[in-house]
């Protein structure tokens, strides 16, 4: 079987296979109101609206991502034993979902995760369920996640997408292992904070990220 490390979302069937002698594959998917530079930074403004018209921004996006991860494990494209998802920012709350909801991800990396959507500043202001039905700090979703292995990268001054939510969630998926586990397979990297309102990620942290995951999928050493 070949290992993959799964970002979301799928290519084409003929890309899948032009892939077929790497040892490693790896999806990328564009988020919602995504896209250019200018989307991207004026996506959590557009999300705010959304939710505020009863919009859903995430839910068909989910379910539409799942459903790719699925169709990849059945057509024999992934392994399904080795199903990783990873995202930056937003995406790292996107990644977590996943993990959460998919039955093949055996884990997720987060760098400068959202974990508690309603928190940010853009959004404090909207009243949704669907949007407050996001946050990990859902009982439910704890549970969901606590089940899989997790790793997030987190600045130690992140006033953006907070610090403390990340701890708060990591501390709760290692408690709610406590009982199964010594050693819970949770965990949270904090480094010095640089970047716009702290929420910056060093290049070195990725670099760690890739490693770290490498090792855990069983993948040879880089040289």
């Known amino acids: 079987h070949l290992t993959q490390f799964v970002l979301n979302e799928s290519v084409s069937t003929e890309e899948s296979r032009d892939a077929s002698n790497a040892p490693l594959r790896v999806y990328s998917v564009t988020l919602p109101y995504h896209g250019t530079m200018t989307q991207n930074e004026a996506a959590f403004g557009n999300w705010a609206r959304a939710y505020s018209s009863g919009q859903d921004v995430l839910e068909s996006f989910l379910k539409r991502t799942n459903r790719v991860i699925d169709s990849l494990v059945e057509d024999g494209l992934i ?45 404090k202001t909207v009243s949704s369920e669907a949007l407050d039905a996001l946050s990990l700090k859902n009982e439910e979703h704890i549970c ?69 995951l490498r090792k855990q999928m069983r993948l040879p050493s880089e040289r």
Request: hydrophobic share 35%; charged share 25%; proline share 4%.
């Open 144 to 212: 969901a996640l606590s089940k899989k292995q997790t790793r997030y990268y987190m600045g130690n001054r992140d006033e953006l997408v907070s610090t403390r939510n990340c701890f708060d969630v990591v501390h709760a998926l290692a408690e709610t292992n406590a009982k199964g586990f010594r050693s819970p397979p949770h965990e949270m990297i904090m480094y010095c904070s640089i970047g716009k309102a702290g929420h910056g990620t060093p290049e070195d942290i990725f670099s760690d990220g890739a490693r770290w």
């Open 79 to 123: 392994d399904s034993d080795n199903v990783w998802t990873a995202g930056l920012s937003r995406g790292g709350l996107i990644a977590s979902h996943i993990g959460i909801r998919n039955k093949y991800v055996k884990g997720v990396v987060g760098f400068a995760s959202v974990t508690v959507p309603g928190d940010l500043r853009e959004l």
